[in-house]
C-alpha cells in the first residue's frame, strides 16, 4: 500500500449522511464556511485529496470494466448547482479530472440555445446522460429549469411550478433504469464570491470567467435563496437525495464531494470482472508466441 493509504480518514461522519439536506433545513441558515464532518485543517487536504482522487479513479475504472465486460448496465450521475463562483468548475478539474477520461462523460449546461428551446427542457438533458459504466457529470442541470427560469420568470408560474414533480418522476425513471444520482448544491456566502468575482477582475487567467451579468444574479440571491429553498425541499427525494456542500472553503468542498461520489460508487458494491478466458491457457499460448 502507498504511503498516502495510510492517512487517517480525518471524516468524523460519512459525508452522505452528514451533508443529506434534511426536511426542514433551511438554505438562509447554512454556514457556507464551515467543515462538516471533517476533522483536519486545510494543511491536510492537498495529501488526503491525491490519496482519495486516487481510489475514486479505480472505482470508476472498476465500474467502466464491469460494463465492458460483466454486462454491468450502471452508470453515475454526479450532478452540480451553485451559484457562480461556487467552485463547480474547480470539482470538474481537480476531482473528476483525476479519473480517466474515458469513463466520464462531462456536460455544462449554458442557456440553452435556439434548438434546445424549441425542445422540452429535459430534451438536452436526457442526451448527456451517462452511458452505461460511465460516470456523468452535470456543471448545472435541468434544475436551472427551476433556478434562473424561475427567478427570471422565463416561463410563466405554472410551467416552472409543474416541473418540480416531473423532475421527481424523471429522477426516478434515472434510478430505476440502475443510475446512481448524486445531486449536490454548492453554497458560497457573498463575501466570498465577491472576492473570487474580483480575482476574476484581477488575474489575465481569469478573465474568462468572468461575466458581466454574473453581478446582476448576484444581486438577485434573495430570490435565488428562494429558488433553492423550493429546489431542496420538493425535490429531495429517497432515490435522489440532495447534499449540502459548504463552499466558501475549496479545499473542503473538492473533499466533501470527493467523499460522496467514492461512497456512492462503493454502494455499487462491485469487484474486478473476472477473466472470460483460460488465464493458464493464455500464459501458455503467449509463452510460446
Ligand atoms: P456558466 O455556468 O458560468 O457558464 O453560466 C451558464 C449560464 O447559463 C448561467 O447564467 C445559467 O443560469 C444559464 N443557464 C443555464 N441553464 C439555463 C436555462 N435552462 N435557462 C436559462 N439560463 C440557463
Ligand atoms: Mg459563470
Wanted: glycine share 6%; charged share 25%.
Amino acid at each position: 500500500m502507498s504511503e498516502a493509504a495510510d492517512l487517517p480518514s480525518l471524516w468524523t461522519h460519512e459525508p452522505h449522511i452528514h451533508l443529506a439536506f434534511r426536511p426542514g433545513d433551511k438554505v438562509a441558515n447554512i454556514h457556507t464556511n464551515a467543515t462538516p464532518g471533517f476533522s483536519g485543517k486545510k494543511g491536510d487536504a492537498p495529501a488526503l485529496q491525491a490519496e482519495r482522487n486516487q481510489r475514486l479513479a479505480e472505482l470508476q475504472e472498476m465500474l467502466y470494466a464491469n460494463s465492458k465486460t460483466a454486462g454491468d448496465t450502471r452508470s453515475v450521475l454526479l450532478v452540480l448547482q451553485g451559484m457562480d463562483t461556487a467552485g463547480k468548475g474547480g470539482i470538474v478539474k481537480h476531482v473528476v479530472g483525476a479519473a480517466n477520461p474515458q469513463g466520464i462523460r462531462y456536460t455544462s449546461f449554458g442557456k440553452p440555445t435556439e434548438e434546445e428551446l424549441a425542445q422540452h427542457y429535459l430534451w438536452r438533458i436526457r442526451r448527456a446522460l451517462p452511458p452505461a459504466g460511465h460516470i456523468g457529470v452535470f456543471d448545472r442541470s435541468h434544475y436551472e429549469d427551476v433556478l434562473v427560469v424561475r427567478v427570471h420568470n422565463l416561463v410563466p408560474p405554472d410551467v416552472w411550478g409543474a416541473r418540480y414533480d416531473e423532475i421527481n418522476a424523471f429522477e426516478r425513471e434515472l434510478v430505476d433504469g440502475g443510475m446512481t444520482l448524486i445531486k449536490v448544491a454548492m453554497f458560497v456566502s457573498l463575501k466570498e464570491q465577491k472576492k473570487r468575482l474580483a480575482e476574476r477582475l484581477e488575474r489575465p487567467d481569469k478573465y474568462w470567467k468572468y461575466n458581466p451579468g454574473d453581478i446582476d444574479e448576484r444581486l438577485l440571491w434573495p430570490k435565488y435563496e428562494e429558488a433553492y429553498q423550493a429546489m431542496l425541499d420538493r425535490t429531495s427525494t429517497d432515490p435522489a437525495p440532495w447534499h449540502i456542500v459548504p463552499c466558501d472553503r475549496k479545499w473542503y468542498s473538492r473533499l466533501a464531494i470527493t467523499e460522496l461520489l467514492i461512497e456512492a460508487l462503493e454502494a455499487l458494491n462491485m469487484s474486478w470482472p473476472p477473466a472470460d478466458f483460460d488465464i493458464q491457457a493464455e500464459r501458455r499460448r503467449l509463452a510460446e508466441a
